[in-house]
């Protein structure tokens, strides 16, 4: 069949709601674009693994221990589902793994900040995970079979973690004052990290009118921004924690929150990863990959003579 | 002692044990060497969180004064707590992981075993449940005993290393005193003469079929029944209760 013919059969059947599955023809600037943002999005889980992995030894009750390995190990999970997802476009998860070990590969600029308080666990599930439901939730209604599922699944289990992160706020600012001080502190630091990790605003980042077609990209940076704000706001409010924008603000005729004027350069410039953990998570990745080698190859090797006495038998 | 504080301390040293190595397997967090391995280990870790969380709930009601499975766990000293000398055995390489909760998951899957018709129905629904997950730790610990030992010539020797190494902290996992004669007398807890059996023959097996060997026994360290530790818990728990000992008047 010609190209042409299969691109509008393809287009065809996109604008009809039905899902693209993996062995059905797509256009090669699909399947890219698709392997780029799942496999973000699978480096994001397994990275985002690392500021949580560093409070579970410091959980501080036992409550708190399970529901925090509970969550993590939902991130691995997810970061396991997307690489399989992303596998079935014809790239394997090594070859993703070296793109992300070179740098080549990109993860979400949010886990490039630290968790210096126990708060920031809460700040974590509350706003970050918060924030990657609103983008995940459109993704969900995307085009291509795998990773809308996937999106699905995923959406069920980041509602538990945006909830068991904001218990966790709404815990410490019914606390002692130095709870509420720790709250506060957690929720200025991640705040502008967290709405600015749902990508630049529309201005600067001209929405591919052929992504949107394709059902590639849902929704605006801007549109999904405002929803999680005007989600967000209300539940600080509710908890007693001040916003750290002066200028927000509720807008009666839109119905809206508007906020200030957010520090892009600082977003970019952890992009380009001059953050404050950029180096620390790409090391500790490449050095988990580096010490887990010899462990690989021994499986590996087990593996095959396993087989092999098998075959002799 | 009597029969309420002998259960206590009993009580003690299977939810200090699952609580500790817990800790140490969640240390790998995002550092293990392939991804599924990362989240099996964050998974056993939740089971032993959970178990020790049920030990300590329980071991606080029978000690009665007023005292909650947190403040058992957080406000504790090193030498109040009673977990085996190996389950804070530092993680190590893999192999230094593998082969301690191989040695561990052997144990507690003879002791749980035994459990689980103990006459304190509460140590014997806890025992019901954990062997569940114990029979499945059990069966990941031995695969990885057989791929390390038996994979390539490092991995041999890393695993050969890691069980020379370790092999010392294994009398101190039966080690009997005046708690375990109370106990064993009412029946409520295991004579652990008949676990090393059973322990012995299981490690012997596994350790042969993975082309590996049983080390010399020179050095033989015991003591936890006391709470004699080694260097290793008090930086474990000085990490893990930090917060509750920053802020005593908080609850979280």
């Not at chain 1, 600029?109 to 708060?119: E, G, K, M, Q």
């Not at chain 2, 689980?116 to 304190?120: A, G, I, L, N, V």
């Given at each position: 069949m010609e190209e042409s013919k299969q691109l509008e059969q393809f287009e065809a059947k996109i604008a009809a709601g039905q899902k693209i599955e993996p062995k059905d023809w797509m256009p090669e600037a699909y399947r890219k674009q698709l392997i780029r943002m799942m496999s973000q999005h699978a480096h994001s889980e397994i990275v985002g693994m690392l500021p949580e992995g560093n409070w579970i030894t410091r959980a501080p009750s036992l409550r708190r221990k399970a529901i925090l390995l509970a969550k993590v190990q939902d991130e691995g999970g997810h970061g396991l589902y997307l690489y399989s997802a992303a596998e079935t476009l014809g790239i394997d998860r090594k070859e993703l793994l070296e793109q992300l070990h070179s740098g080549k590969a990109k993860y979400s600029?949010?886990?490039?900040?630290?968790?210096?308080?126990?708060?920031d666990i809460g700040a974590i599930g509350w706003l970050v995970d918060g924030a990657a439901i609103m983008n995940q939730t459109a993704l969900a209604r995307g085009s291509y079979g795998p990773y809308s599922r996937a999106m699905v699944r995923i959406c069920k289990e980041e509602s538990f973690h945006n909830r068991q992160g904001y218990e966790i706020m709404m815990h410490l600012a019914q606390g002692t004052p130095e709870q509420k001080e720790m709250a506060q502190d957690a929720f200025n630091r991640w705040w502008w990290p967290s709405i600015m990790m749902l990508g630049p605003s529309d201005d600067q980042s001209p929405n591919s009118e052929q992504l949107m077609r394709w059902k590639v990209k849902m929704e605006s940076n801007d549109a999904i921004r405002e929803r999680f704000i005007d989600r967000t706001v209300p539940q600080a409010d509710f908890i007693g924690l001040k916003v750290p924008d002066p200028a927000m603000k509720f807008n009666e005729k839109t119905g809206h929150y508007e906020h200030g004027p957010i520090n892009w350069e600082e977003f970019f410039e952890v992009i380009k990863g001059n953050g404050v953990c950029n180096a620390i998570r790409l090391k500790a990745r490449v050095e988990a990959d580096k010490k887990g080698q010899w462990v690989r190859e021994a499986a590996t090797a087990y593996a095959a003579k396993q087989a092999k006495e098998k075959a002799m038998a | 002692m009597n029969l309420q504080e002998a259960k206590f301390e009993y009580l003690l040293r299977l939810g200090d044990s699952s609580l500790i190595i817990g800790h140490r397997l969640s240390e790998w967090c995002g550092h293990g060497p392939i991804l599924e391995e990362d989240i099996a280990l964050i998974n056993i870790a939740l089971d032993f969180v959970g178990n020790a969380s049920a030990l300590l709930t329980y071991a606080a009601q029978v000690e009665g004064k007023g005292r909650t499975e947190d403040d058992l766990a957080y406000l504790r000293s090193e030498r109040e707590y009673r977990n085996l000398l190996l389950t804070e055995q530092?993680?190590?390489d893999y192999a230094v992981t593998i082969a301690r909760q191989f040695l561990y998951d052997v144990y507690t899957f003879f002791l749980y075993e035994e459990l689980?018709?103990?006459?304190?129905e509460t140590i014997a629904a806890i025992a019901v449940k954990s062997h569940k997950e114990i029979t499945y730790h059990l069966r990941h610990t031995t695969e990885w005993m057989y791929r390390l030992g038996d994979g390539t010539e490092e991995s041999h020797k890393r695993m050969q290393t890691a069980l020379n190494d370790l092999w010392m902290y294994t009398p101190d996992l039966f080690d009997m005193n005046e708690v375990d004669a109370i106990l064993i007398n009412e029946g409520i807890a295991v004579d652990l003469n008949k676990v090393k059996e059973a322990w012995e023959k299981r490690v012997r097996e596994v350790i042969s079929e993975a082309k590996l060997e049983i080390p010399a026994a020179n050095i033989k360290q015991k003591g936890s029944r006391e709470g004699r530790h080694s260097e290793h818990l008090g930086f474990l728990l000085a990490e893990m209760q930090y917060i509750p000992r920053s802020y005593p008047n908080a609850n979280w």
């Open positions: 600029s949010i886990f490039n900040y630290p968790t210096l308080t126990w708060a | 530092p993680n190590g689980k018709t103990s006459k304190d």
